[in-house]
C-alpha cells in the first residue's frame, strides 16, 4: 500500500513538472520567434546608426521583419526601430511627393505606438520632432516633442547630434528649461564628436549658441573652437 502512495505521489510530481516545462516552453515560443523574425531589422537599424550604406530593399526587409517580430510580442523598442526606418524611407522619397508625405507618416504612428509602450525613450520623441519638422516646420507639436526627447534623455549618444540640430533650428522657440538641458548636451556633443557638432552648429550658423554655453567650460570650449576651424575651407 505504501509503495502505492509513493507511485501515486512521484506521477503526479511528475505530470505537474512535465505540464509547467510545456508551459514555459510554449511562453518561450513568441519571444524566440519574435527575436528571429527581427534580426534583419536589428541589422538595419545598427548600419542607419553607423551611417552605413543601406539600400531600399534592406529597409523594405528590415520593416517587414519588425512588423513580424511585433507580430509575435509588441515592443516599444521594435516600434522605435520601426520609426526610425520609416523616417529613413522617407528621406528617400523626392521631395513633396506623396511617398515622402507617407513614410513621413508612418514614422509619426510608430513612434506614437512606442511612446505609447514606454514614453521614457528619447528616440520616439525625437522622431516625432523630426517628423513634425518635416511636415509642418517649427511648430508646438515638434516643440513639446523635443522637450520631450531632451526630458527623457538628452545623454543618449545616438540621438545627441539630431537633437543638437533641432535645438539650434528651433531655439528661439524653446522654453528655458529645454534650453538648459540643450546647454548641457552641447558640452556632450562636443566629448563625443567635436568635429560632427561643428559642422551642424556651423551649417546652421548657430555656432555662438554653442559658443554660450561652453563658456564656463574653457577645456570644450577650445575643443570646440579647434573642430570650427577644422570646418573653414584652407
Request: proline content about 4%; hydrophobic content about 50%; charged content about 25%.
Amino acid at each position: 500500500m505504501a509503495s502505492r502512495r509513493i507511485a501515486a505521489g512521484y506521477l503526479l510530481s511528475l505530470t505537474v513538472a512535465v505540464a509547467v516545462g510545456i508551459t514555459l516552453v510554449v511562453l518561450a515560443l513568441p519571444r524566440t520567434a519574435a527575436g528571429i523574425s527581427e534580426l534583419h531589422g536589428s541589422w538595419a537599424i545598427a548600419e542607419l546608426r553607423a551611417d552605413e550604406p543601406i539600400s531600399d530593399h534592406d529597409i523594405d526587409l528590415a520593416i517587414n521583419s519588425l512588423v513580424d517580430a511585433n507580430g509575435w510580442v509588441n515592443t516599444a523598442p521594435r516600434w522605435t526601430a520601426l520609426a526610425r526606418l520609416h523616417y529613413a524611407r522617407a528621406l528617400r522619397a523626392d521631395a513633396n511627393s506623396a511617398a515622402r508625405q507617407d513614410a513621413f507618416r508612418l514614422s509619426q504612428d510608430a513612434s506614437h505606438r512606442a511612446i505609447s509602450l514606454n514614453p521614457a525613450l528619447p528616440e520616439p520623441w525625437l522622431r516625432l520632432a523630426q517628423t513634425e519638422y518635416a511636415l509642418n516646420r517649427v511648430s508646438p507639436q515638434m516643440i513639446r516633442a523635443l522637450a520631450m526627447a531632451y526630458r527623457t534623455g538628452r545623454f543618449n549618444r545616438f540621438t545627441v547630434f539630431a537633437m543638437s540640430e533641432l535645438a539650434f533650428i528651433a531655439w528661439g522657440h524653446l522654453e528655458s528649461d529645454t534650453r538648459s538641458l540643450a546647454v548641457e548636451q552641447f558640452a556632450f556633443a562636443v566629448r563625443q564628436r567635436s568635429d560632427r557638432l561643428a559642422a551642424i552648429s556651423e551649417r546652421l550658423h548657430a555656432s555662438a549658441i554653442v559658443r554660450r554655453a561652453l563658456r564656463r567650460e574653457p577645456e570644450m570650449l577650445a575643443k570646440f573652437e579647434r573642430a570650427v576651424k577644422r570646418q573653414k575651407p584652407g
